[in-house]
């Protein structure tokens, strides 16, 4: 079982520059100088040409491929991306975004890439940035499809909500918009640790099936994708607490996860004394003791988030908190469509 323990006091451990399960093809200012655009690529009738944008949020997405005839099967990153607000914003204003960007930071509005006809082809976006009180994670995500020569493709990383959304459009008429059907829905979640589970209950009379899926990820923030009836309603990262609401045609969608916590003695690793516990965080937390005295596992919410950090501060070594597992719900309405742990 993998535990995973609460760094307390906003200890971060970056590993900047770690880029050795990928290959790296993006532009950098040594090989390819100064660009004020990105790279174009022609479509011709024996290839497809794949287009890689972001939209709804100005935080940068890297984006990364991968062919299915790649001899070295690591994702190759291919650049960096930032929605510059064309069609949203004077034209101009977008056009000043777009220079500035390529040409200092390598963020381009677009990236291109040829890819081979009835093969299949990976496409992984991965959204991070800071604002001034708060940073922002998502993904990565990724879906495959097989290109056929001659189109042009979309694949967007659309930011809603509080997560992000990777899809493939087939864009060869400029006036079409057609949705590519890829295995982004499982993408990247086939072998994941602790996995997807799913359920299905009745909804107005209707059958209604979840599927919950959570890929967790050595020293970085786990993957979670979650559908009703196959419709996306979270893709994002536990960067931040898992909590979302979405609308679809069966009704208004809401869910979330807690981390389940296991206060261990800090010689020992094994479950605390419950005497030993501070009383605000034994209330504030709804901890509990077993048969034997000892401290229960339990659900951090966001009553217990309230009191557990300054609790835990005058016994932090002694004790130490470490998730064991995750306990996630999906609503619809009022009603209950999905429960259920899971152990890391």
Known sequence: MKKTTLLIFGLILTLSGCKSNVRDSSPNLLRDGIQFQQKKVVVDAQHAKVIMKAT?????????????????????????????????????IAKLNETAHSATLKHFPQLEVQADPDQPFEVSGYATGESINRGYRCGPISTIFTPEKGKVYLVELQFVGGGCELNAYDITQPQE??????SAQNGGFANAVPGCKSATASVNNQPVTTQF??????????QYRVSVNDQTVFSGTDYERVAFVKTVKEGAVTGG????????????????????????????????ADAEGRAQPFSKDEACDKVFYKAMMPVLGK??????ARQCVVRIGGQTVFEDRFSF
């Open 319 to 324: 004790v130490v908190p470490v998730e064991v």
């Open 56 to 92: 709804g949020n100005v935080v940068p997405v890297e984006f990364a491929i991968r062919r299915a005839t790649d001899p070295d099967r690591r994702m190759d990153v291919q650049g960096t991306v930032v929605d510059s607000g064309r069609g949203k914003v004077f034209g101009w």
């Open 257 to 288: 996860c807690n981390e389940m916590i296991e206060a261990q003695a800090g010689t020992t690793q094994k479950p605390v004394a419950f005497k030993d516990l501070p009383a605000d965080l034994v209330a504030g937390c709804h901890i509990t």
């Open 213 to 222: 899926c959570i890929k967790s990820i050595m020293l970085q923030p786990s």
């Open 177 to 182: 918009r057609i949705p590519v059907v890829g």
